[in-house]
């Protein structure tokens, strides 16, 4: 098998982006980014090999592979088949800070580390600075499964040679600390009840695994979360699941530039609340059993708040917000889940944007004619919102920080190209 990076990104690259051409075509969906990381930690719980199919081309993929790689975990990445064999013969259990201060789901190791190997050290994890996200919910359901939990300042030791099942409530449906909790759960001895889980579809696609590891669990995609320990899970081969995010952000630029785009391998059940929000601000969208085909001709002001699944999803918030300046109207957007997702709003008001922030609402008022700028990329969905402002801008746009888009969007370019789109990647020149 030939060994292949899935990507490749560079800090000082930019994407030059020129308005004014209507999106038109097919795509179809890469694996998605916040399965597929997590999947691959989960080849921490068995000693045999675990094959995933349809692994996004993405920049966090080679940073995970390397995280586990520091755990002594065999990791062979095909970026061309989009396949990735893990296999976790003997871990360690003190992951590379090097590597897990980069990414954000190095953080999904622990759960499973403390399961197989009882023991965990690591650094304080990385990504995306989009407001605090606090490892405590992770931390205290172990304690509740018989850890012994050290924290300082550089990151976290936990201890669990006699790990039992426990009843934890959540104080708020955390993703990760859901998924750290169920994979500790799978080989604890005993059965463990995770109360106000989180039920995201990404959170799904790592359960059925699980199952089809070995695995009881029971109550998937509910918020409550029944899992029985076992004595050891096998490899299995499996799909990760389609990217939601990333068919949400292909619509709704097909939308803001009035285009006609086919999404393929996709699933419309994990888009409903999207969906249902896009028809309301006047977007044509059909569903097939796994497509989706968008057009738009003319929008209107909407009202959006976003809440942990099955609501609307604060990763597509910015991308959202670019939509509504173009509709007609004062729509009003309430961001519930990261404090800091209105940080792109500056960006997008340089662009000519009447956009009015007040604590965690914003008004859009709309449509604006927007103009070419230079603009920042903060991070994966606020660069990718970054772009879809530009390709209805007038002019150019230059979204700096590319690397934040390279980590969630596999061939962003090159797709976005095959759609029509004008845009390149450049060197930035920090002009």
Known sequence: MALLSTTTTVATDAFRVRGGARLHGTIRLSGAKNSALKLMA??????????????????????????????????????????CRLQATDPGWHAPADAVSRIRASLSTLGPLVARVRRARLALPGGDRIGA????????????????????AHG???????????????????????ENLLMAATLADGTTVIDNAAREPEIQDLCRMLVAMGARIDGIGQPRLEIEGVDRLRGVTWETCPDRIEAGTYAMAAAATGGDVVIERVRPTDLTLPLLKLRASGVLVEEGSSSLRVTSDGLRAVDVVTLPYPGFPTDLQPQL??????????????????????????????????????????????????????LAGLDVRAGAAGVMAG???EGETIVRDVHHIDRGYAHFVPRLQALGADIERIPDTGA
Do not use: K, W, Y
Request: with cysteine.
């Open 42 to 83: 989960a080849a921490l719980l068995s000693e045999e090999p675990l094959q995933l199919r349809e692994v996004p081309a993405i920049a966090d993929v080679p940073v995970m592979a390397e995280v586990l790689r520091g755990l002594g975990v065999e990791v062979a990445l095909d970026a061309e088949r989009q396949t």
């Open 133 to 152: 996200r606090s490892i405590d919910l992770h931390l205290r359901g172990l304690a509740a499964m018989g850890a012994e939990v050290r924290q300082d």
């Open 156 to 178: 976290v030791e936990v201890t669990a040679p006699d790990l039992h099942g426990a009843m934890i409530t959540l104080d708020f449906p955390s993703v990760g600390a859901t």
């Open 321 to 374: 917000m670019v939509l509504l300046t173009q509709a007609r109207g004062t729509s009003r957007c309430t961001e519930n889940v990261f404090e800091s997702r209105f940080s792109f709003v500056d960006e997008l008001a340089r662009m000519g944007a009447d956009v009015e922030v007040d604590g965690h609402h914003a008004l859009i008022r709309g449509p604006s004619r927007l103009h070419g700028a230079v």
């Open 391 to 393: 390709l209805i801008a």
